[in-house]
DNA sequence: AATGACAACAACCGCCGCTGG
DNA sequence: GCCAGCGGCGGTTGTTGTCAT
């Protein structure tokens, strides 16, 4: 195993540190246009850099490579993120996929910094989860399910657990799913932009999917058609993954987009939902307001607990 | 104007998994 | 099979900017 020091150990002890001079930005990015990206321990060596490989491959990633977005994050990736988020927990750079043009640093910085301040009452939350981690082994124990014991896992951990068939299902619901999200914060932007006459089924839906890694064939035109306010499709996948995720570490729970029922309320004015005594938060004015009966209806997708 | 709190961002650290010798 | 090197990831820290007092 590596040493702690980082790469190319056995060579330098004094490798530069701290913020990047225009000098050194412009070494690197002369090097990696001619050479391409990879091959870092090589790169700090031949571009005359004085800086490890992982930092140049950071430097890199986060900041210069071409067709990065800078500036604030926007309210449709806002949603983005919390939605995957709530699938993958802190898969930064799973998430950075679905957002074209932002690094996973950004992403984690903007959570750390919008979400931290939450923390503080989501043990709240933690303590319930435990609770509910006791009752679904009790509950599990009556079953005799074969299921493996480390189901409270991350996302992946699941994934592992499960025999080849079912993996390959769950790994396109994944990706299925966080193409719904992000289809769907999308159209909420369009619908959002009354001078923009795409629809739903048209080019825009075609630009995004394009955008997205590929995925298995089977779910591409499902993707695009599935509606967000079917209450039918929403409780297949919500009973699917609340259930899954109950155990999670990570947070959970579902959205509601307002504006697809009957143009109720303004587009992107969405909630998460979660049982009463929990919070939900009003993306549109970051109200957070405490759930009361409303919300009980949908806990059984899985809690859907926040804040 | 000074300063303290906070947010935003950049960069580093440590670990893990993969791969080739 | 073992090991070293590399690439990548997530967590953490440091720095800078902004705003309120």
């Known amino acids: 195993m590596v040493s702690a020091m980082g790469w190319g150990i056995q060579e330098h002890q004094g490798w530069r540190k701290g913020p990047w ?30 800086r490890s490989g992982k930092s140049c491959r950071l430097r890199w990633v986060n900041y210069l490579r071409p067709g990065l977005k800078r500036g604030q994050i ?26 074209p043009g932002r690094t996973d ?38 079953n005799n399910h074969h299921d493996h014991d480390d189901h409270h896992d991350q996302l992946p ?58 995925v298995n064939v089977m779910y591409q035109d499902d993707a695009v058609s599935y509606s967000w306010s079917d209450t039918t499709a929403d409780q297949e996948y919500y009973g699917l993954w609340g259930g899954l995720w109950n155990l999670d ?24 939902y979660g049982a009463a005594g929990d919070h939900i938060i009003n993306h549109s004015n970051k109200n957070i307001i405490p759930i009361q009966n409303q919300a009980r209806a949908f806990s059984s997708y899985g809690g859907g607990a926040f804040f």
């Not at 979400?115 to 303590?127: D, G, H, L, M, T």
């Not at 993996?167 to 009354?194: C, F, G, S, W, Y």
């Open 74 to 99: 926007t309210p449709q990736e806002e949603g983005i993120i919390i939605e995957l988020h709530a699938l993958w927990g802190n898969k930064w750079s799973t998430i950075a996929r679905y957002l």
């Open 249 to 272: 570490d990570q947070p959970y729970g579902r959205t509601n987009n307002n504006n697809n029922n009957n143009n109720q309320g303004t587009a992107g004015n969405y909630y998460y």
């Open 21 to 50: 001079t225009p000098e050194e930005d412009k070494l690197l990015t002369e090097y990696v246009n001619l050479n391409g990206e990879g091959r870092w321990s090589s790169v700090a060596r031949c571009a005359g850099l004085n």
């Open 157 to 214: 951990g699941h994934v592992a657990a499960m025999d080849g068939a079912d993996q390959t299902k769950t790994n396109q619901d994944i990706d299925h799913q966080a193409r719904d999200v992000t289809i769907k914060h999308e159209n909420m932007a369009l619908t959002n932009n009354p001078s923009s006459d795409q629809n739903i089924n048209g080019s825009h839906n075609q630009i995004i999917q394009s955008s997205l890694p590929p």
């Open 105 to 142: 640093n950004e992403i984690k910085n903007f959570w750390r910094t919008h979400f931290k301040k939450k923390e503080k009452s989501s043990r709240k939350q933690q303590k319930r989860r435990s609770q509910l981690l006791k009752d679904q082994k009790l509950q599990k124990g009556h």
